[in-house]
């Protein structure tokens, strides 16, 4: 019988099994050690570990950081890159920019493939599509036997203004499917349809690149979850919110390129979803980083522009998402103008905080919150020991002595910095947008986000923080809840006055056809399908595009436009509505829905939260020091309701609930923290 | 020093405070609160370029040549964007100044003005600012800016980059400041009089637009700073963390040494002069206390636009200084701390009016820029760094014949280079330049959508890179053909054809700059780095290169798997290796990147030029020339081995800028051979 549901999410240290049991509507997680020579046997590990029957299984989806890793690693089979000649150097040239405009020593990382396998032939191709030059067969065979005699494995073909017509590209493809029939072949206007080459280029060269690696891996995982009686499709979660089957990967790999970053993201977006919030933000802080993440009127913000490091674009639709170098292990430090920094350098895992005891004498974040005691002395239920004292330390010498504070006001100072930073970050992606932070909730997961996201909410005014079930794995949670997603588009230049109504309609369909073919492929049915158009336009001389949907009847276009000029004044805080409006790309998405779990609220009768396990001192900046109920999550009953402050602790986490807040728990056993000043006017008034 | 900064951080006790403690305990600045705004300041500056990237109009903003700031209510500058265009810095409090100077106490709630005047500390007409006042309780606390370069700004030349213009009446419109919004009104009869003085009317309108909303987003976030830590607090934080930058740069000064270092760097040639070198002579002092440049030895004022006014010059000596304190801050406290007398108008760093400043940027900022790199080179020998290609704009305007109402077109383009080689490792190839690390070049096939050029190569140029222990950045090659165009002229503003870019520490000079038409056929003509208004006709050809970087350090001492690898990925030839390094190589199967080294021969080859070197530098300098146009000798040997400066194109030689050069490459190169 099957009717287990299987999310496994590879992270850097942990792979953390997720498993929802729709007969007992129960989720249960499992954490084992990640294993990044071979990241399949840590999958393997931990669904041995949770003891799950393979045969027992409806559905197993994974989010996965192989393809991220190659990228950075630059570990790829012998690939090559074959383009039009006169521009074998477009993906070293880039558009030139540097990350780091002042630091003349901090180089952007080099291209994909070298110069030394990048190979040109005679052909080229005009803006408009005609050929200028035909493709130079003699010239084509010369660079395919080349190619062969080099033992390449993966080619990408990268013609310019392929985008206006691809026969060439085709063409070539042909040639070298004949001439190397083992080898994988991409060219570039196929998986990128649209205009500038280093987006396009490069787009298909990191898809080149990844192509027998993610997708062998994903092939071999796929085999081992047969042979352990699995029988439906491994989902792989991909870079756009969505997933794809082994079959799509084979042909879309470069997708999977940040799938790890998706999994937090979507698991923000339902929490959001389930708790009645339109609008959250994400908040997901590890070790080193935080993950920052948006969901506006209940969808996920999604970003085109996109890289693993600065300067190779992979122009697929992407799950926006802002990581900054803020997490647990950021060093705390007084620069040599006396200014209290905090991060981005982080203690890492070695030597880790002070208090790890491994050899670090820097104060960090998670050396503050132990300081102030925020954070227990033991982690992951007494697997690991914290050294308060060295903490302590840490922070006498190189915060409090300096600026002449007590060592509790001097790391509470280490927090405000941090929490500012991060609120900063939130500040960026929400405000450039157009949206205002106030009225968003904040999901605080990861190892360290319930330790920090009162504060950084207070930070910016948000009223609520969420704090779900299992902050440290609620990653996982998002890759149980994806559906089967595809992302097409196709450049369409045309003032919207002059578009022809019956033109724009047939260009959707063929993108509709296409999309359907790849649904279809993938085992979607019909009734499973929902696809949704979006048309780019800008004002008539703008550089850039805003994204807006379009239905499909007459007058759908006006309609479009109308939104136009509201989005780009919700964004921009202004519009021109005498400017012509121009069409400028289309674009498809491609639902395949699978279905989800269904979560079951709990009753939420008492209001009582039980005996706190314990009390211990805390300190709250201008409260001071508090004796401070310390809860133990996994007795709180849903409906408890209680005042700050309290410690929450659990396996994966702790949450800190400030004073002058309200705590509850709701029906899905997430925390609820209400930031609304207790017993004070202001909520008299607000109540 | 640790402990001076704990007395003025303290608040514990009053000995040992300075003055700046003194104002910040009494403002109730707290350590936290001070990092938290000053992280904000600069939030508020990034979320104003943020929008304007998004919103523009010119595609010259839209590759990022655009920049930010949150100045106080002085017009001082507190923070400058993070991701600002380095040509920009240290010009935007001039600006905010100069509209100070100009309306005085006439400035309200929710105006906005507009300057371009580079006589008033601006940079060039294209790049027009747009300046909001922020005010709380009826008084200024700050002001935002945003400076934008517009496509074009009228004037002779399409895109107002006219190399002939001597004066500034036909380089484009000249905005001194003036209102665009009065009290939250339009004032539409002002801006239609601005948009209409340029090419593209609609275009600029809708800049004027964006960069103005752009400016709101500063001022919203700037209110909602002071409302939630009152106006007192930000306002003083506005001041510290100027007070702050200045700090920084003061105590890194303690721990470098004392003295004074001199360098001369060069534009090619005054056309008022003939031919000859025009010195920049750059002097920099560190006393302990600050930086203090002096550009006194300036030659005057050139007879083309190639001259900077003062914010241009001011801007080069942050910019270049700022590149040596990579993490610090831009603001007013960092020119505090940087001080230079760039001595009297009328030269070729302080031209004043109506002297044409529109090619500072190719002109003299490259120069003052590079220059201070080799200043500070000596005094922090790990962050050293050679000379690196010189910026370069070439402009094809004309009408396009692709469609019957045959527009007007603008083919405006720029290229990346190579950077200058570094102490520890090979320069940065194909960057973006000094002017702006962060200037995109544009994708060739948004430009063939727009223009009727199509462009036959855009590629890494082999053997750009000079030769060097560790080699300099590799240049590109990019080439074009007029496809169906008339009425269409080109312009070029570049440099460096003669004042070749150099090397440092015995590294030698890449390749000149300069643009070749019809190359390859009867036609071929070398136009130079330099020139206006040339007809093109359809089906013409044009290429140039950007220059390499310079070489760091002796290229007989690269070790000779680094030159293998070059020459495996194309980027340094077998010729060149041999010629250049000394390296000896065979090949034994290129399609396999099968290559071998000959030691034995490499190092007896090696020793022969260690040998004949000095030589070379000092011959006949006319007998080189000749052999140059009699195809014995190639370019590049005439550079790098001879230090001779020809005309490329008809081989004739300069004698005086020969003189000069070879005395230049004495200094950086030969000396510091063994």
Not at chain 2, 173 to 181: A, D, E, F, Y
Request: hydrophobic fraction near 40%; glycine fraction near 10%.
């Amino acid at each position: 019988m099957a009717n287990v549901r299987v999310a496994v999410d590879v992270g850097g240290t942990f792979t953390d099994v997720c498993i929802f049991d729709d007969e007992t509507q129960r989720m249960r997680v499992t954490k084992v050690p990640s294993t990044p020579s071979d990241p399949m046997l840590a999958v393997m590990n931990g669904v041995k570990r949770a003891e799950i029957n393979l045969a027992d299984v409806s559905l197993f989806s994974h989010g996965t950081t192989v393809a991220t890793n190659a990228l950075i690693t630059r570990n790829f089979p012998s690939a090559a890159m074959v383009t039009t000649r006169g521009f074998r150097d477009v993906i070293e040239i880039r558009d030139g920019t540097k990350d780091d405009l002042w630091d003349a020593y901090n180089d952007v990382s080099g291209p994909y493939i070298r110069r030394r396998d990048r190979f040109e032939v005679t052909e080229r191709t005009d803006f408009a599509g005609q050929p200028v030059t035909p493709l130079d067969e003699v010239d084509a065979r010369r660079v395919a036997a080349l190619l062969r005699k080099r033992g390449v494995k993966t080619i990408a073909v990268c013609f310019l203004n392929s985008y206006a017509n691809p026969e060439h590209e085709i063409r070539m493809r042909k040639i070298l499917e004949e001439e190397i029939p083992e080898a994988t072949v991409t060219t570039s206007a196929e998986i990128l349809p649209e205009i500038f080459e280093h987006d396009r280029f490069n787009t298909a060269v990191s898809n080149a690149v990844l192509a027998p690696l993610v997708s062998g891996y994903v092939n071999r995982l796929a085999d081992e979850l047969k042979n352990g009686g699995y029988r439906g499709d491994l989902l792989l979660l991909h870079s756009g919110g969505g997933s794809m089957t082994p079959r799509m990967v084979k042909r879309y790999p470069v997708r999977l390129a940040a799938s790890g970053i998706a999994a937090g993201a979507i698991a923000a977006k339902h929490i959001a979803q389930q708790c009645g919030y339109d609008n959250a933000v994400g908040l997901d802080m590890g070790g080193t980083s935080t993950d920052i993440a948006l969901v506006s009127g209940g969808e996920l913000r999604i970003t085109k522009e996109w890289q693993v490091e600065y300067g190779h674009p992979i122009v697929f639709p992407s799950i926006e998402v802002l990581t900054i170098g803020a997490g647990g292990g950021s060093l705390a430090h007084i620069d040599i103008a006396g200014s209290l920094r905090n991060g981005p350098q982080s203690a890492g895992a070695d030597p880790g905080p002070a208090c790890y005891d491994g050899g670090g004498d820097q104060p960090t974040n998670t050396d503050a919150n132990i300081a102030l005691n925020r954070l227990g002395s033991t982690l992951a239920g007494g697997a690991k020991t914290l050294q308060r004292s060295l903490a302590l330390e840490a922070i006498h010498r190189v915060i409090a002595e300096p600026l002449g504070m007590a060592d509790a006001e001097a790391a509470h100072a280490v927090l405000q910095v941090a929490n500012a930073n991060m609120a900063d970050a939130v500040r960026l992606i929400s405000i450039r947008r157009g949206y205002d932070p106030r009225d968003f909730a904040l999901i605080a997961f990861g190892g360290a986000g319930a330790l920090h996201g009162a504060e950084v909410a207070r930070e910016l005014d948000i009223p609520t923080v969420v704090v779900p079930p299992n902050p440290g794995v609620t990653s996982a949670l998002g890759c149980l809840l994806v559906d089967i997603r595809h992302d097409l588009s196709a450049m369409y230049t045309a003032l919207a006055s002059a578009a022809d109504a019956e033109d724009l309609e047939a260009r959707f369909v063929e993108l509709e056809t296409e999309a359907t073919a790849r649904l279809r492929h993938e085992g979607v049915s019909e009734e499973n399908s929902v696809l949704q158009r979006t048309i780019s336009m800008r004002y008539h001389g703008q550089w850039r595009s805003l994204a807006v949907p379009i239905g499909s009847g007459r007058g759908s276009l006006q309609d479009a436009i109308a939104t136009f000029h509201q989005e780009h004044e919700r964004e921009f805080a202004f519009r021109q509505d005498d400017q012509p409006v121009e069409i400028y790309q289309l674009a498809l998405s491609a639902v395949g829905k699978t279905p989800k779990p269904s979560f079951v609220p709990a009753r939420t009768l008492v209001k009582d939260p039980g005996d706190p396990a314990t009390h211990r001192q805390v300190y709250f900046g201008k409260d001071g020091w508090i004796d401070t109920p310390v809860y133990d999550r996994g007795r709180l009953p849903a409906g408890a309701t209680f005042i700050g402050p309290a410690i929450i602790d659990q396996l994966d986490s702790t949450t800190v609930v400030p004073p002058h807040t309200r705590a509850e728990i709701d029906e899905w056993l997430n925390i609820r923290i209400h930031l609304t000043n207790v017993g004070t006017e202001q909520e008299q008034a607000n109540d | 020093m640790t402990d001076t900064a704990i007395a003025q951080q303290s608040g514990t006790s009053g000995a040992n405070h300075t003055s700046h403690h003194g104002a910040r305990a009494l403002q109730g600045l707290d350590p936290v609160t001070f990092e938290v705004l000053k992280n904000a300041f600069a939030t508020s500056v990034d979320l104003m370029s943020e929008q304007i990237l998004r919103t523009c109009y010119s595609f010259v903003i839209y590759s990022r040549d655009f920049s930010s700031a949150l100045c106080d209510a002085d017009g001082n500058t507190v923070m400058q964007g993070s991701g600002d265009i380095a040509v920009h810095v240290g010009t935007l409090h001039f600006q905010c100044k100069a509209v100070l100077e100009e309306f005085g106490k006439d400035i309200h709630p929710n105006d906005v003005f507009a300057i371009n005047d580079p006589y008033r500390g601006g940079t060039h007409f294209n790049d027009v600012s747009f300046i909001r006042p922020i005010f709380s309780e009826g008084e200024i606390i700050a002001f935002a800016q945003n400076k934008g370069h517009w496509a074009d700004i009228g004037g002779n030349v399409p895109g107002s980059f006219d190399v002939n213009a001597k004066e500034h009446f036909g380089e484009g419109l000249r905005i001194t400041p003036v209102r665009i919004w009065s009290k939250g009104v339009f004032l539409h009869d002002v801006a239609q009089l601005l948009v209409s003085n340029t090419r593209a009317p609609q275009q600029a309108m809708g800049d004027l637009h964006a960069q103005s909303e752009a400016t709101a987003v500063c001022e919203r976030e700037i209110l909602r700073l002071v409302d939630k830590y009152s106006k007192q607090t930000v306002v003083a934080a506005m001041q510290e963390t100027q007070d702050y930058v200045e700090r920084i740069v003061r105590r890194r000064l303690v721990t470098l040494p004392q003295g004074t270092w001199e360098t001369t760097d060069y534009i090619d040639f005054d056309p008022g002069k003939g031919e000859g070198l025009v010195p920049i002579k750059i002097k920099l002092t560190l006393d302990g206390e600050g930086i203090h440049y002096d550009l006194n030895d300036c030659a005057p004022a050139v007879a083309t636009f190639l001259n900077s006014g003062y914010g241009t010059t001011f801007s080069a000596i942050y910019a270049g200084t700022k590149t040596f304190f990579p993490d610090i801050p831009l603001n007013s406290g960092f020119y505090a701390a940087v001080k230079a007398d760039i001595g009297p108008e009328g030269t070729v760093v302080n031209a004043g009016w109506p002297f044409a400043v529109t090619g500072f940027c190719s002109g003299p900022y490259e120069k003052l820029m590079n220059g201070i790199f080799e200043l500070w080179s000596q005094i922090m020998p790990e962050r050293a760094m050679a000379c690196a290609f010189n910026l370069e704009y070439l402009l094809v305007g004309g009408r396009d014949k692709r469609t019957e109402s045959s527009p007007y077109f603008m083919w405006y383009d720029w290229m990346a280079g190579g950077w200058g080689g570094r102490a520890s490792k090979d320069g940065a190839g194909a960057s973006a330049p000094v002017f702006g690390p962060g200037l995109a070049v544009q994708p060739v096939e948004g430009q063939e959508r727009l223009s009727p050029v199509l462009t036959t190569m855009h590629q890494i140029a082999t053997d750009s890179g000079g030769p060097g222990r560790f080699r300099g950045g590799v240049g590109i090659e990019k080439g074009g053909m007029l496809t169906d165009a008339t009425d269409t002229v080109m312009s070029y503003c570049c440099d460096r054809a003669r004042s070749i870019t150099w090397g440092i520490e015995g590294g030698l000079p890449s390749i000149p700059h300069g643009v070749w038409i019809n190359k390859g056929t009867e036609d071929e003509k070398f136009l130079g780095s330099n020139f206006s208004s040339v007809p093109l006709e359809s089906g013409d050809t044009f290429t140039r290169p950007s220059a390499g970087g310079g070489g760091f350090g002796d290229p007989l001492e690269r070790l000779l798997g680094e030159v293998l690898d070059d020459v495996i990925d194309g980027y340094v030839s077998i010729g060149r290796a041999e010629a250049d390094y000394g390296v000896v190589i065979t090949e034994i199967d290129a399609e396999l990147d099968e290559f071998e080294i000959d030691v034995p021969a490499s190092e007896a080859l090696r020793a022969r030029i260690r040998s004949q070197r000095r030589g070379w530098l000092t011959e006949d300098a006319a007998a080189v020339a000749a052999r140059y146009r009699s195809g014995e000798t190639d370019m590049l040997d005439v550079i790098r081995r001879h230090g001779v400066i020809l005309d490329w194109g008809s081989g004739e030689l300069y004698p005086k800028t020969t003189v000069q050069f070879r005395a230049l490459m004495e200094r950086r190169s030969a000396s510091h051979w063994k």
